[in-house]
Nanobody, 125 residues
Framework: QVQLVESGGGSVQSGGSLKLSCAVLGYPYHKYCLVWFRQAPGKERVGVAGIDSDGITTYADSVNGRFTVSPDNAENTIHLQMNNLKPEDTAMYYC???????????????????WGQGTQVTVSS
């Protein structure tokens, strides 16, 4: 059974940095699409960064240039480095993984096979 475990959230001031981690456990395939989502209170969940097993990355306009998604293959972990954080980045952050999206397009929409439980990021001004 696939399990995703996020960690690294916390509270920082505007302009600060955090590094989130998504540990991928029990994933039986070589191909994947993994996306970081976030959901602020009262708002819809949105994708902010994605990576596939070829190392191709994508970013939402709102985080492009500030966030970097990268794999640590030795640890079966995907990191999300978040720099120059803003109060509007405050949200619960989730990672989600799917095999089929590697083949159909690693987009931020549609169903994902597995989700993590989330980690809270709070940015104060």
């Amino acid at each position: 059974q696939v399990q995703l475990v996020e960690s690294g959230g916390g509270s920082v001031q505007s302009g600060g940095s955090l590094k989130l981690s998504c540990a991928v456990l029990g994933y039986p395939y070589h191909k994947y699409c993994l996306v970081w989502f976030r959901q602020a209170p009262g708002k819809e969940r949105v994708g902010v960064a994605g990576i596939d097993s070829d190392g191709i990355t994508t970013y939402a306009d709102s985080v492009n240039g500030r966030f970097t998604v990268s794999p640590d293959n030795a640890e079966n972990t995907i990191h999300l480095q978040m720099n120059n954080l803003k109060p509007e980045d405050t949200a619960m952050y989730y990672c989600a993984i799917d095999k089929e999206k590697y083949f159909t397009g690693c987009y931020y929409t549609g169903d994902f096979e597995s989700w993590g439980q989330g980690t809270q990021v709070t940015v104060s001004s």
